[in-house]
């Protein structure tokens, strides 16, 4: 009756194994599932920083065309005051 109770056991004990191993199959996979639309959502988030960035630089460009770089120097300050 040993012999049988430390099969049992025995079995048991591969059966939570598999069990173990299944869990961490399936936990990996989702895993990668999660990091592969992570990745999707960086690089939207790239596609639209690129247009942005696009946009910042034409408005630096108009900036600088106004009348307000005519100007060379400052008006001088009146110290008399």
């Not at 056991?9 to 999660?34: E, M, P, S, T, Y």
């Not at 990745?39 to 910042?56: C, P, S, V, W, Y």
Request: hydrophobic share 40%.
């Amino acid at each position: 009756m040993k012999a049988s109770g430390e099969a049992g056991a025995l079995h048991q004990d591969l059966n939570l194994r598999l069990l173990l191993v299944g869990v961490l199959a399936v936990f990996h996979r989702v895993l990668k599932i999660l990091d592969t639309l992570a990745q999707a959502f960086a690089e939207i988030g790239n596609l639209t920083g690129t247009k942005n960035q696009h946009r910042d630089e034409t408005n630096y460009q108009e900036f600088w065309k106004t009348k307000f770089t005519q100007h060379k120097r400052p008006p001088p300050v009146d110290s008399s005051r």
